[in-house]
């Protein structure tokens, strides 16, 4: 059973940073490769970045340059470094397997950047 827990979300201003975590209960942390996704308001979910188990990175060229995926094999958690943040980046963040998540998604965390 696929179990993955966002957390690290909040308020801040445009050009702060953030930290997001997801947590993995079982271990597809280990062995799949793993993305973050958003959603924001009115619009689609969309891939941000991706990270296989080999270290190797994809990002959407919306956060290249600002947006660091890094995993913690150990610790079953990946991590979203979010620094220069902007309004745009506004969204219900998510993390699951990549570039194919799973059909069962968790509950997210809420990153709002404001102006």
């Known amino acids: 059973q696929v179990r993955l827990v966002e957390s690290g979300g909040g308020l801040v201003q445009a050009g702060g940073s953030l930290r997001l975590s997801c947590a993995d209960s079982g271990s597809i942390v280990n062995f799949f490769a793993m993305g973050w996704y958003r959603q924001a308001p009115g619009k689609s979910r969309e891939s941000v970045a991706g990270i296989y188990p080999g270290g190797r990175t994809n990002y959407a060229d919306s956060v290249k340059g600002r947006f660091t995926i890094t995993r913690d094999n150990a610790n079953h958690t990946v991590y979203l470094q979010m620094n220069s943040l902007k309004p745009e980046d506004t969204a219900v963040y998510y993390c699951?397997?990549?570039?194919?998540?799973?059909?069962?998604w968790g509950q997210g965390t809420q990153v709002t950047v404001t102006s």
């Open positions: 699951n397997t990549y570039p194919t998540p799973f059909n069962t």
